[in-house]
Nanobody, 121 residues
Framework: QVQLVESGGGLVQAGGSLRLSCIAS????????MRWYRQAPGKQRELVAT???????NYADSVQGRFTISRDNAKNTVYLQMDSLKPEDTAVYYC???????????????WGQGTQVTVSS
């Protein structure tokens, strides 16, 4: 059973920075994409950032230029560097791996448990 464990959330003032980490409990045969989502109270979960197997990245318009997604394949870890944080960035942040655990298994999505990010004004 693969587990994704997030860390790095917390309380920060507007304009500050946080770095989220998400580490998988084991390696995968292949990883198609690593993503960060977030869900604010009363809102739907939204995609924040994606890093594909080839290294290309995509960001939501709301975080473009402020957030940076990166990975360390050797450590089965994905990061989200969040700078110039705004109160509207307050949410629970979830990591997601779209991956094939072994050569004989199907690709599936794995999710972390979420980490709270709170930005005060």
């Amino acid at each position: 059973q693969v587990q994704l464990v997030e860390s790095g959330g917390g309380l920060v003032q507007a304009g500050g920075s946080l770095r989220l980490s998400c580490i998988a409990s084991r390696s995968f045969f292949s990883i198609n994409a690593m993503r960060w989502y977030r869900q604010a109270p009363g809102k739907q979960r939204e995609l924040v950032a994606t890093i594909l197997s080839g290294g290309s990245t995509n960001y939501a318009d709301s975080v473009q230029g402020r957030f940076t997604i990166s990975r360390d394949n050797a450590k089965n870890t994905v990061y989200l560097q969040m700078d110039s944080l705004k109160p509207e960035d307050t949410a629970v942040y979830y990591c997601n791996f779209n991956a094939r655990p072994s050569w004989k298994e199907m690709i599936r999505d794995y999710w972390g448990q979420g980490t709270q990010v709170t930005v005060s004004s």
